[in-house]
């Protein structure tokens, strides 16, 4: 009786177990079909962005659909919502060069992304976050408008993952009272002036790792100086387009032997601003891993001379990255691995061109481990980048509700078993 009882409750355990393991690994799939329930209304062409927000509560999500949604006036995003695009390129608001503004932030930790934000009106603004804090805008195009995207008296916002293109007159304008903002991961590419900051009250806002391509003005403005070009040393500050500086040195300084990606001189910005570690080549950076909605794992890839590509993460059966690197190979390249997604004891770091290893340097900072390396090849290499440890499986938290589950599982079994030892007794002891 009692074995028949273990046994059973053992199944129990078992078949609990499964079912975590089940409900985890599909984590992602109930959070979205509850959410889409509940917290995630869509607009498809032809309907309304403005009124799916006016009908919203703070928190919720917007989904719009691919397609075009031409617009004359501003949308007005006055609540804390996500307005997020099915897919960057194929989801556009377009002002149709009438409208002097096309997105209008005002509510604090709204969020922006995977939208297309195109053709303004002349003096038009693409997005304008206005009097609010901790806004989003992520993995946006703003394209064609005479600003891109305008920050006035606003604070700790984030731009990142943008391109910001083909504004006549700048692709940022900072016009006033606009402090501690991060703009990290963009393109900004073709705008007259790449970014403007118009007031000296415009302080501590820092750029890095950018890209600044083809902006005949890179920088303009008197609050120039009061921001900050750069992320420090290894992280670095930002890729310039019209930096003519060499890397044949490294170190916070940039005087010990041997190249680092970074360039060997400051690149001087507007009146006494400099970026202090100009990269030597665009960053290129790739989703490796995403957890939980809140924890993304990049992976940045910077080289002088070739496109990075076909990037794979190769957890959990071995620790490591690889991409595949084509153009003019001659040069180097510079990794920056979130060290959340994959890290190495000490100088274990083995990095392979094709099959042949090569010679590396590697550099922490608190985030991120950089690992840079020249390669000399006339034809596409695949590079694979191999560490200790990767993500583990399940989050910390899931661990937490599985370890739960089986204390649970194993009390059940041990009053299962206490219980049947009673009631055998007291069987035994009326016979
Ligand atoms: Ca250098």
Same mark, same amino acid.
């Given at each position: ?64 659909? !691919? ?43 709204? !969020? ?33 408008? =005479? ?124 009146? $006494? ?20 909605? =809140? ?24 620790? =490591? ?36 290893? $090569? ?24 590079? !694979? ?47």
């Amino acid at each position: 009786m009692v074995k028949k009882v273990k046994r059973k409750t053992i199944s129990l355990i078992f078949i609990i177990q499964i079912m975590l393991i089940l409900i985890i690994s599909n984590s992602q799939f109930f959070a979205s079909t509850s959410a889409s329930s509940n917290n995630i209304t869509a607009v498809e062409p032809g309907q309304s962005i403005q009124e799916a927000i006016n009908n919203a509560a703070d928190g919720q999500t917007i989904l719009i659909k !691919k397609g075009q949604y031409d617009i004359e006036y501003a949308i007005i995003v006055n609540k804390t919502v996500t307005l997020v695009g099915e897919q960057t390129n194929e989801t556009i608001i377009d002002g149709q060069a009438t409208a002097t503004l096309i997105l209008s932030i005002l509510s604090n930790e709204a !969020k922006i992304q995977n939208l297309t934000v195109r053709n303004c009106a002349t003096y038009g603004y693409g997005i304008h976050i206005k009097n609010a804090k901790k806004v989003k805008i992520q993995n946006c195009n703003i394209q064609n408008c =005479s600003k891109g995207v305008v920050l006035t008296n606003s604070t700790n916002c984030e731009l990142s993952r943008n391109l910001i293109a083909d504004s006549k007159e700048c692709g940022i304008y900072f016009p006033m009272n606009s402090s501690y903002n991060l703009v990290f991961w963009n393109n900004i590419k073709n705008n007259s002036q790449a970014v403007t900051i118009g007031n000296i009250n415009c302080k501590n806002n820092t750029f890095y790792q950018n890209n600044f391509i083809q902006n005949p003005t890179q920088t303009s403005g008197f609050g120039i100086p009061n921001n900050l070009w750069d992320n420090e040393y290894p992280a670095g500050g930002n890729y310039w387009s019209s930096y003519t500086g060499i890397d044949v040195k490294n170190g916070p300084q940039q005087n010990e032997t041997g190249s680092d990606g970074i360039g060997d001189e400051s690149y001087v910005l507007y009146l $006494t601003a400099e970026d202090h570690y100009p990269l030597m080549g665009p960053v290129h950076w790739f989703l490796a891993h995403q957890m939980e909605t =809140s924890s993304e794992y990049y992976v940045l890839v910077s080289s002088n001379v070739s496109e990075a590509s076909n990037f794979h993460y190769g957890c959990p059966d071995e620790s =490591s990255i690889s991409f595949t690197l084509t153009g003019n190979l001659n040069g180097f390249c510079r990794v920056a691995i979130s060290q959340q997604l994959l890290s190495g004891d000490g100088d274990s770091w083995l990095v392979t061109i094709g099959t042949e290893e $090569t010679e590396r340097t590697v550099m922490l900072d608190t985030n991120y481990t950089y690992i840079c390396f020249a390669h000399n090849y006339s034809t596409t290499k695949t590079v !694979k980048i191999q560490g200790d440890y990767c993500v583990p499986e399940f989050s910390s938290s899931n661990m937490l509700l599985f370890l739960a589950i089986t204390i649970i599982a194993l009390v059940i079994l041990k009053t299962a078993k206490t219980n049947a030892i009673t009631s055998h007794r007291k069987r035994f002891q009326k016979a």
